[in-house]
């Protein structure tokens, strides 16, 4: 029996989002190495290409996550998510609300998605615990919560701090994944302040070794989650 990707999501401790490849690299190689170190979900944030070519890369990137038996999400774009055969689609405040987007995957789905014959996710991220608990309440699977610490992937987006990990912690009931920032320097702090999973761009896909960095990260969150 397959496994059920609610399930997986459960177990996860870290989603790797995709940046940009560096000169010579290409996102299978760098998805590849990030599986192979360990990811247990990708994301696919990608800003500059047309839909067509976001749809081609991310059915690539779909088959060699399901390969590696990794959940694959696609960022804001919930219409290529769905189009691509992704396991979800993570959703910012700005972007679909999560009921209408529910609404719309079950519409897509009809009847073989009520019966969970296939579970679509869908993730939200969240800045504030009235936006997380709003959230879950709304029937998202899994939030975001950061940014933890300041980072250039969000420089318009201020720094909401460890504190709100430790309400998450007491108030949310749905996995999530904290964001921001996170580094080799500071995970610990994360771990520590309640933390049971993470997401991270430029830990993994900025670095020269990238399956080593996954390696690495989920050997830390493994002492403490």
């Known amino acids: 029996m397959k496994d059920n990707p609610r399930e997986k999501l459960k177990r996860a401790k870290l989603v790797a989002i995709t940046a940009q490849p560096k000169p010579g690299k290409t996102y299978l190689e760098m998805v590849k ?25 991310a059915k690539s990137l779909k088959e060699l996550c ?19 055969g992704a396991d979800g689609a993570h959703l910012g405040q700005e972007d679909c ?40 309440e709304e029937g998202a699977d899994y939030l975001g919560c950061g940014p933890i610490f300041a980072t250039p992937t969000k420089p318009d987006r201020a720094a909401v ?14 996995p999530f994944f904290a964001i921001g920032g996170i580094d080799p320097t500071n ?9 049971k999973a993470i997401a991270v761009v430029r830990a993994v896909f900025a670095s020269e070794d990238i399956q080593g960095s996954v390696h690495s990260l989920r050997e830390t969150i493994g002492r403490y989650a």
């Open 66 to 84: 399901h390969l590696y038996g990794a959940l694959f999400i696609v960022n804001d774009r919930l219409d290529l998510a769905l189009a691509s």
């Open 97 to 136: 609300p999560l009921p209408d987007a529910r609404k719309i995957v079950n519409q897509f789905y009809g009847s073989s998605y009520l019966k969970e014959e296939v579970p679509f996710l869908l993730g939200c991220s969240t800045h504030s615990l009235e936006q997380a608990l709003k959230a879950e």
């Open 33 to 57: 190495a990030a599986l192979m170190g360990g990811a247990e979900v990708i994301q696919l944030r990608e800003k500059q290409l047309s839909s067509k070519e976001f749809l081609f890369l």
């Open 187 to 195: 995970i610990e702090q994360v771990l520590k302040a309640g933390a």
């Open 161 to 174: 701090g460890l504190e709100l990990i430790k309400e998450y912690r007491k108030r949310i009931h749905i």
